[in-house]
């Protein structure tokens, strides 16, 4: 009897108690199970990119960094995982291409997950060839075609030696190349032409003046030329620590419808010559707002786990867009103006050489998470979205006209995570 009235009090002490404790007999109660959200623990950081050169993009490019490496795709594209907010030197090697090595950085304020971007356009070996070796003599002038080995089909450079240029019979090669650069997207000018000048004996300075003449692309003087009070012409030092000789700016021929920059006397004719052309550029912060792709859904997506049980081992398929798209195209912009769709090519490439190659590639990334009993995650990629005006000065009918044209930049994205108790979050962001 004792026995069966304990029970009872057991019983309706556990009723009294219930509506804010809960009671349980035997030990069954079960609780959340907590584990550790790796994501918020282990670090790590993307370089991402596009390799190309003067043909198009470059796949099967070998790209490395501190002992980690990866290997262009189809569309020339690679991705490092780093673990450490420094610098890094990158090193690009390709078949037929100048090894290449360019510099980034993580910065110190960065973001766990974020990216930078390094987009690189490599370049041919500098050939001679000596089918376009010419000899100059103290006694007559010399024409020296410069065959452009970037672009087999482009028009060649010149170089005219007047008699009297030289002390002694020289011998002269030349050629229109490309050097490698990373597309930084943050210089106000770029090479419309690079001529290298070989001569024989190596030291020969010119005593008269030498003119080095690129073709303009368009067909004619009136069809539009690049204004030259926004171009400028260097020779490109020897010792990379030291600064380019300035050349002053190139001269237009309308006659023969062609950029002309002089070496001067008392020059070294051999060496490597560098025609400019400048340019104004503005960027803001695009209104668009657009995710990227998580899981296929390009939203926040939301897992909730309302178990007991953690989840193990969920796993985050990220997709970010990178590059750049048209939204006023050159040919468009020529067109409005009344210039030569002829320069639309160039201006095509001057982009390029700032931006990388156009259009759109996508980078994947997968992160692996934990989502505690009765926890909630929420995943967001947002692209980060700029909208870029160059602004290029060409002659038109005789007048300076500028030419705008604009794009779309996908600048790196901003992350939105957040993995917590259900009762406690409805989303949230990091930023990034």
């Not at 006694?139 to 010149?158: F, G, H, L």
């Not at 030498?210 to 030329?225: E, H, Q, R």
Request: with cysteine; charged share 20%.
């Amino acid at each position: 009897m004792k026995q069966k009235s304990f029970l009872f009090g057991s019983l309706l002490l556990c009723a009294m108690a219930f509506s804010t404790t809960g009671c349980s007999i035997g030990g069954d109660d079960k609780t959340n199970e907590i584990v550790d959200d790796p994501l918020k623990d282990k670090t790590e950081y993307y370089i991402v990119g596009q390799v190309s050169d003067s043909k198009g993009v470059v796949a099967n490019a070998k790209v490395e960094t501190s002992n980690v490496s990866a290997t262009t795709d189809s569309k020339g594209v690679y991705k490092l995982t780093v673990n450490d907010a420094t610098a890094y030197k990158v090193k690009f090697t390709a078949s037929g291409l100048q090894t290449f090595e360019a510099e980034t950085s993580i910065a110190s304020s960065a973001k766990n997950r974020s990216q930078v971007t390094l987009n690189v356009r490599m370049a041919k070996e500098i050939v001679y060839d000596e089918n376009h070796t010419e000899t100059a003599t103290p006694a007559a002038d010399a024409v020296v075609t410069a065959p452009n080995i970037v672009d087999t089909n482009a028009d060649p450079a010149t170089i005219t030696i007047p008699a009297g240029t030289v002390t002694q019979d020289t011998k002269v090669a030349a050629v229109v190349y490309e050097e490698a650069k990373i597309a930084t997207g943050n210089e106000t000018q770029v090479p419309v032409s690079n001529v290298a000048v070989k001569t024989e004996p190596a030291d020969i300075v010119a005593e008269q003046a030498v003119t080095i003449a690129v073709n303009n692309l368009a067909d004619d003087a009136t069809d539009g030329y690049f204004d030259t009070d926004y171009m400028s012409a260097v020779k490109k030092d020897e010792v990379a620590t030291r600064a380019d000789k300035s050349l002053g700016k190139p001269v237009f021929n309308a006659e023969d419808n062609r950029y002309e920059i002089t070496i001067p006397v008392g020059e070294k004719i051999a060496g490597k010559y560098e025609m400019n052309v400048k340019f104004d550029k503005s960027s803001k912060t695009s209104g668009t707002v657009e995710y990227n792709a998580v899981n296929g859904k390009s939203e926040v997506l939301k897992l909730e786990n309302r178990e007991f049980n953690a989840m193990i081992g969920v796993k985050l398929n990220v997709t970010v867009k990178n590059g750049w798209t048209y939204t006023t195209s050159p040919a468009t912009a020529l067109a409005a103006k009344g210039a030569s769709q002829k320069l639309a090519a160039a201006i095509e490439r001057y982009i390029e050489l700032q931006e990388g190659k156009e259009g759109v590639y996508e980078t994947a990334t997968e992160l692996t998470t934990n989502i505690s009993g009765n926890h909630v995650l929420y995943y967001g990629n947002k692209a980060n979205i700029l909208t870029k005006t160059y602004t290029f000065h060409v002659m038109i009918n005789g007048q300076s006209t500028p030419v705008e044209v604009n794009l779309n930049s996908y600048n790196g994205y901003t992350e939105e995570y957040t993995n917590g108790p259900i009762s406690q979050h409805s989303g949230g962001s990091t930023g990034k």
